[in-house]
């Protein structure tokens, strides 16, 4: 998979030192994956990693927060539904 010809990326979260995560989309075939991008002088490479992967060491930092609530915005919640309270 080429990962330089991503047609479309969308900021998921970008911490205070700088790193930031985004959602891709390779072009030839739809499929999404997370871009990291370091942030300063971190001594980090750029990667990308499988949705599956960022989400298989739990859910609990923004980053991981920030992918679900974009899926959320994906369902459509009808105006009759019974949201419960939290």
């Known amino acids: 998979m080429e990962r330089s010809k991503v047609s479309d990326r969308r900021e998921l979260y970008q911490a205070a030192s ?6 891709g989309r390779e072009p030839s075939n739809g499929r999404a994956f997370i871009i990291y991008q370091p942030g300063g002088p971190s001594g980090r490479q750029r990667s990308h990693v ?11 930092k923004p980053e991981q927060q920030a992918l679900l609530r974009l899926i959320g915005t994906l369902v ?4 009759y539904a019974q949201r419960e309270k939290l």
């Open 18 to 23: 700088g790193e930031t995560w985004y959602l």
């Open 50 to 60: 499988e949705l599956g992967a960022f989400l298989s060491n739990g859910t609990e």
């Open 76 to 79: 459509d919640i009808p105006p």
